[in-house]
């Protein structure tokens, strides 16, 4: 950690604004080349479905099949068409019945 002297003199001399904005550049620019192959494929795969589901791009097909998948997902687990598959569904405990004899 920075002495408190040290830091004063950086804020004097005002270059503590230039450093962060140079390290701050520095690692945006580092950022952008992959080094790891598996960080690489899956920015490459976030590119390729962000450039498919574009509105310019849209294919009709891609919506019906993902209806296709929600009525097949919604018959599996007993979905309601008109439910939300993304809510969690409420459940309703019956009290246990307890013979008073001991």
Same mark, same amino acid.
């Given at each position: 950690?920075?002495?408190?002297? =040290?830091? @004063?003199? =950086?804020n ?5 604004? &230039?450093?962060? &904005? ?16 598996? @960080? ?6 976030i590119r390729? #479905? ?15 099949? #993902?209806?296709n998948? =929600?009525e097949?997902i919604?018959? @599996? #687990? ?12 409420t459940?309703?405990?019956?009290e246990?019945k ?5």
């Amino acid at each position: 950690m920075l002495s408190f002297n =040290l830091l @004063q003199k =950086l804020n004097v001399a005002g270059s503590a604004g &230039r450093f962060a &904005r140079r390290n701050i550049s520095a690692t945006s620019v580092l950022m952008t080349n992959v080094s790891d192959p598996i @960080q690489k494929l899956f920015l490459d795969k976030i590119r390729e #479905y962000k450039g498919k589901f574009d509105s310019k791009t849209f294919d009709p097909s891609i919506d019906k099949g #993902y209806k296709n998948d =929600l009525e097949k997902i919604g018959r @599996q #687990y007993n979905i309601a068409p008109n439910e939300d598959p993304t809510k969690f569904p409420t459940i309703k405990f019956d009290e246990p019945k307890v013979d008073p004899q001991v």
